[in-house]
């Protein structure tokens, strides 16, 4: 079969484009299997998590000696603009945090006694998903949520996909807002985003986090759920528990006695 010139060019042409194409989807999936998943292959091993009995809570109204020492041991800034506000562990009402739970007996008991809160280190973790530089992950070992805060380019992604508020964002220098430094623990720099690790330079040494040692009522249970024998784990088969927004899915780790 014979062919004009102009057919011929034609049909190299094509093949050029069609090579061009193939070349370009194979480095795309290249780059694709380099770059690091996200997603978690296999379930952690142990599932730490922690459970605040509000029964006991509710004892000391006013006290935030958790969050003093959670904001102590890791260098939490103080900024005086409350847009600035930097925070690990906070105190919301019980209306804000569990809105769909309000009831007469909720509202008589905790009205005026605000319940601590922090990050939930979720089963499925958003921030992890939208995390673009691998700042933020899900440790295999023992499921605790991390940041690395040299990784961390201030985007905000993760801030915006956090359905718990449970990140903050360093406006400010947060080395000029901290009354005294912690030397044992890192402090961050201006554009990072911060939040509660559930004290994972405490659990390295065997130790529980700065909230539950501090605590003077015993209020705040922490261990291993996946462990049935733990303590919280046996303190959640005996007592009645509810979680923060659980219906999206994210499976939070903190959980809450009534």
């Known amino acids: 079969m014979k062919i004009t010139r102009k057919e011929f060019l034609e049909l190299t042409g094509l ?17 694709e299997a380099a770059r690091p998943s996200t997603a978690q292959a296999d379930p952690p091993k142990k599932q730490m998590a922690l ?35 930097v925070k690990w562990i906070w105190n919301e009402t019980f209306a804000e945090v569990f809105p769909l739970d309000q009831n007469g007996y909720t509202r008589r008991n905790y009205t005026g006694s605000p319940l601590p809160i922090l990050c939930n280190h979720c089963d499925h973790p958003p921030c ?13 070992e023992d499921g605790v949520v991390m940041m690395d805060w040299h990784r961390c380019i201030g985007c905000k992604y993760c801030i915006t996909a956090c359905p718990y508020d449970a990140r903050s964002f360093n406006f400010s220098d947060p080395r000029k807002a901290l009354p005294r430094i912690n030397p044992d623990f890192p402090t961050r720099t ?4 911060e939040k509660c690790d559930f004290c994972a330079e405490r659990l390295a040494k065997g130790e529980p986090p700065a909230c539950v040692e501090a605590c003077p009522e015993k209020a705040i249970f922490f261990g291993d759920v996946l462990d049935a024998s733990s303590e919280i784990s046996i303190a959640l088969e005996e ?13 939070p780790n903190v959980f809450y006695f009534l």
């Open 128 to 140: 992890v998903e939208v995390c673009p530089t691998g700042a933020t992950w899900k440790r295999p």
């Open 51 to 85: 459970a605040i009995d509000l029964r006991k809570c509710r004892q000391r109204p006013g006290c935030n000696l958790c969050s003093l020492a959670c904001h102590t041991t890791h260098n939490v800034p103080q900024f005086t603009d409350p847009r600035h506000e």
């Open 15 to 31: 093949s050029v484009l069609a090579a061009g194409a193939m070349h370009a989807v194979h480095a795309v999936k290249a780059e």
């Open 190 to 193: 201006l554009g990072v985003v």
């Open 239 to 251: 007592s009645y528990s509810i979680r923060r927004k659980p219906e999206l899915g994210t499976g």
